[in-house]
């Protein structure tokens, strides 16, 4: 079994956002969870990218921006949401995300319920790149 991608990172990012959920509560808008959640991450130590622009081409032409809502440590995409439940289309998304970054991971966070729901995202191949480099360590 490998090594799970940025493990420790991962467990402060839904510690802080567990702390977030407790103190304001379900029932806001994920914004708000959102600005929340960079301050305590901040008050962690932790730096943040927030709100991000990542050119995107197609064929040599620009086309747009894409725009993950947090990067913690230059490392995770975080993306706080309020939903009933995560779908394809959001995993479809950071999916988009760390393709577009080069990152290897990102959570999506739901503050809808009184206990906070995650979800990891790997880039595909991510986790293969992880293990083998680890073999080398």
Not at 47 to 69: A, H
Request: glycine fraction near 8%; charged fraction near 25%.
């Amino acid at each position: 079994m490998g090594k799970i991608l940025h493990e420790e990172l991962s467990k402060k990012i839904i510690g802080a956002a567990m702390t977030v959920l407790n103190e304001l509560k379900p029932g806001l808008d994920e914004k708000l969870y959102e600005r929340a959640l960079v301050i305590e991450l901040k008050l962690g130590g932790h730096t943040m990218s927030v709100q991000k622009r990542f050119p995107v081409f197609y064929r040599g032409e620009f086309i747009g921006d894409s725009i993950p809502d947090l990067i913690v440590d230059q490392a995770v995409i975080v993306d706080p949401k309020v939903v009933s439940r995560f779908t394809e289309t959001h995993v479809a998304q950071m999916i988009g995300y760390l393709s577009i970054t080069g990152l290897d991971l990102a959570l999506l966070l739901n503050f809808k319920n009184s206990r906070l729901d995650w979800k990891r995202v790997l880039r595909p191949g991510a986790q293969n790149r992880a293990t083998l480099s680890n073999l080398h360590a």
